[in-house]
């Protein structure tokens, strides 16, 4: 099953349970997996979709530290609620042990030897943890492990 037909049957559960917020947050998915179907003209692949979701946890974790900072609570934990929602189609997490490990290997297949093959590092990390990690973490990782 794919990920987007995984997302369609829990958005089924979901009316059937009428969970307004789980309802409300796979339609958002859905939507956007959608209108990138539409403007590439292709139906997007699972890595494709993945990168989807992985987007839309980091715009409402940005929007959860803004809301915070605003003194809205109230928003907050709405985007909150959708985080939730959305890290249940992600893999899961990598801990830092295994990214610096993934980290430490592609460096050695790249044969890196300094920040200018920061690109031939990222290149070989990314879809070993695409929607597994933070991308920034990740790079910061990487940046020091190229300068020292």
Sequence with gaps: ?????QLKSAMKEAMKAKDKVRL???RLALSAIKQL???GKKTLNDDEVLAVLTKM????KDSVEQYTQGGRAD????????IKVLETFLPAALSEQEVADLIANAVQESG???????GKVMNLI???VQGRADMAVVSQLVKAKLNA
């Excluded at 946890?57 to 409402?60: E, F, G, I, L, N």
């Excluded at 928003?75 to 959708?82: F, N």
């Excluded at 030897?113 to 920061?118: F, H, L, S, V």
Aim: zero cysteines.
């Design 24 to 26: 409300g947050t796979i």
């Design 126 to 128: 990314r879809p070993q």
């Design 37 to 39: 179907e539409v403007d």
């Design 1 to 5: 099953m794919t990920l987007t037909e």
């Design 112 to 118: 890196a030897q300094g920040m200018q093959d920061m």
């Design 57 to 60: 946890v980091k715009q409402r």
């Design 75 to 82: 928003l907050a934990e709405i985007e909150e609620a959708e």
